[in-house]
């Protein structure tokens, strides 16, 4: 578990990757237009998918909000750079549930992300930081499931930096899976 992407980072890439090729490829153009004007493109989420690595059963995950991706260009009009902010409208909100007790906890998506291109337009670099999610349990102090600070994903390298707490990547899930194991 020490190398997996943590659980939002994995959803909100999931969920970019599905819309990536249409924001991509109208801003690219519309880049490729303005030279160095950075394009925006404001993309709502409504994502519910299968969570399966978190814990030892199943968990139903759903991602709901807006995020801002906007895309800068260099000067030929080459996309350089996109940064997406869930801070745009609110934070996304992610629910996760345990379908068999019923049990729920939602979170928000606080966190940004930056991925670099190389000049052939393939990933090149891919940093997230801020708070990614933080779960407690309503009424209770304790998280049961932090990730904030920094990573960064390098291709054909991975994680080459991690700064912050990052439970759910470092394999730290025990309290969290708990909680939803157990019908309230």
């Not at 970019?16 to 801003?27: E, V, Y």
């Not at 409504?46 to 909000?65: M, Y």
Request: hydrophobic share 40%.
């Amino acid at each position: 578990m020490k190398y997996k992407f943590s659980l939002i980072l994995a959803s909100l890439l999931a969920v970019i990757m599905a819309f990536f090729p249409i924001i991509t490829i109208s801003n690219v153009q519309a880049g490729s237009l303005n030279g160095t004007t950075p394009a925006t493109t404001i993309v709502s989420v409504d994502a519910t998918f299968i969570n399966d690595f978190d814990c030892p059963f199943p968990l139903v995950e759903q991602v709901t909000g807006a995020y801002r991706d906007t895309l800068h260009f260099d000067q030929d009009g080459v996309l350089v750079r996109e940064f997406l902010s869930p801070q745009f409208q609110g934070a996304l909100t992610v629910r996760w549930t345990n379908p068999e007790t019923g049990v729920s906890l939602e979170s928000h998506e606080a966190s940004s992300i930056t991925i670099y291109y190389s000049p052939d337009g393939s990933f090149k670099k891919l940093t997230n930081q801020g708070l990614t999610f933080m779960v407690t349990v309503p009424g209770e102090g304790k998280p049961l499931l932090t990730d904030v600070g920094r990573l960064v994903i390098e291709r054909g390298k991975g994680i080459t930096f991690e700064a912050g707490v990052h439970q759910e990547l470092n394999g730290d899930t025990g309290r969290f899976c708990k909680y939803f194991a157990e019908a309230r």
